[in-house]
């Protein structure tokens, strides 16, 4: 080979290098979002199209894209079934590609994918999937909750309830892990507030006669029917102690965890008087109705967003911010979700706030009581806000954590 020559192999060589290196670092800014939910059952009204729309919203808000960001956004459907859920996660990340799973309602399917993201060192951001366990227990360095958790609906609604004078509990639980920890969790703060649990009755997912349940907790005398329960179960339940007359007996109902989107669904006649627990209202302040109001309009059915839609959005949007703190998409779960422990959030539905060693994003969550019909002055007007929890109070202590990443 002529020296000439060797020169010219060298000089296409470095070249190709440079053409590789140059790829990697594009590469390097290529995101892939998957949003994993009840796109068809007793939950998609809280979340599905509706959150893969507020993850887009977040998308387009974060000037990602303007930056050489390439940022793609898949969904799918997990039918409320923990294998299904984890099928999927496991094929978007060793096939798609996949950087972040997101929202997982259902606690049992989004426990089952924290231990996948674990194993894949990939990243679970939780929304939609309530149970404290996610930040205690069962904890990772993988997995975020950001919006609520049973720990905060015990604290808010058990705790003013018991303290009102309720102080005799019989609950109505979805039987699997969130209505077990949603249970466990409240039952804990009646007992602490002076109250007394006088029983329980488990009832299946997304089950629509609630006679038998509700008859058993009628028959148990107790001031209080705590509905350990979400979405269509919820409502389904709603009505039919409605049918029952048990509220006009005397006794109370508790929806532990109860979404804008349920209210709307039973109207304020059948709704009107139920205090809850969330850390969203789309109505609570001029930041929030702007978002949701622009919102609204890209919302598959016109609604107004729920807390956990909301959670996704501000989510996303520290998650976008982390990576462009990065420089890039290191496709390291582990590595991103440390860094985005270290950088403050702050968006305009949930404001500043820490995230904490645990995974658990630090809100305010809110006490409120559904409107009568007639102090509704306009669509959507459902909520009056009845108590302000703040942020420390609304999460387990960390000292109190049984989170292994925890240190005490």
């Known amino acids: 080979m002529t020296t000439s020559h060797a020169r010219r192999m060298a000089a296409l060589l470095a070249a190709t290098t440079l053409s590789f290196a140059g790829s990697a670092f594009a590469d390097d800014k290529v995101v892939k979002i998957g949003v994993l939910n009840d796109m068809s059952s007793l939950y998609a009204d809280i979340g599905g199209p509706n959150s893969v729309a507020a993850i887009n919203m977040a998308v ?26 984890v ?30 993201v674990k194993e894949k060192n990939s990243i679970l951001i939780n929304s939609g999937g309530a149970s404290a366990d996610l930040t205690g227990k069962a904890c990772n360095a993988n997995t975020i909750s950001y919006t609520y958790d049973t720990y ?28 077990h920890a949603l249970e ?27 006679s038998s349940f509700l008859l058993q907790a009628q028959s148990s005398k107790a001031k209080v029917i705590g509905l350990a329960n979400a979405g269509g179960d919820t409502t389904n339940a709603i009505k039919q102690a409605s049918e029952f007359g048990i509220v006009q007996g005397g006794q109370k109902l508790a929806a532990l965890l109860l979404f804008v989107n349920d209210v709307h669904a ?14 969203f209202y789309w109505d609570l302040n001029d930041k929030t109705r702007e978002w949701s109001k622009r919102f609204q309009k890209l ?31 290191p496709h390291d779960g582990a590595k991103v979700v440390a860094k985005m422990k270290e950088i403050p959030t702050d ?36 909520y009056k806000l009845i108590a302000t929890i703040a942020p420390e109070d609304a999460a387990k202590p960390l000292e109190a954590s049984e989170c292994p990443l925890v240190k005490k």
Do not use: C
């Open 60 to 85: 387009e808000d974060s000037g990602m894209k303007a930056k050489g960001w390439t940022i793609e956004v898949i969904s799918g459907d997990h039918q409320n079934q923990p294998d299904i859920g």
């Open 87 to 116: 099928n999927i996660g496991r094929q978007w990340i060793d096939t798609q590609k996949v950087d972040v799973i997101m929202d997982t309602p259902n606690s049992g399917v989004a426990l089952a994918v924290s231990n996948l």
């Open 152 to 179: 905060m609906l015990a604290n808010g609604t058990g705790k003013a309830l018991t303290k009102a004078g309720g102080d005799s509990w019989f609950f109505l639980t979805a039987d699997y892990a969130f209505g």
């Open 184 to 210: 466990r969790d409240t039952s804990a703060v009646v007992t602490a507030n002076g109250g007394k649990v006088l029983g329980s009755v488990k009832h299946p997912l997304n089950t629509a006669d609630f």
């Open 266 to 279: 039973l109207g304020l006649k059948v709704a009107q008087g139920l205090t809850f627990t969330e850390s």
């Open 299 to 329: 919302s598959p059915k016109g609604t107004m967003p729920s807390m956990t839609v909301a959670g996704v959005y501000a989510a996303t949007l520290h998650y976008l911010k982390t990576l462009d703190a990065l420089g890039g998409n």
């Open 347 to 382: 968006d305009p539905l949930f404001g500043k706030g820490p995230l904490r060693a645990d995974g658990r994003r630090l809100i305010p969550a809110y006490l409120f009581e559904v409107k009568k019909p007639e102090e509704s002055k306009y669509p959507w007007d459902y």
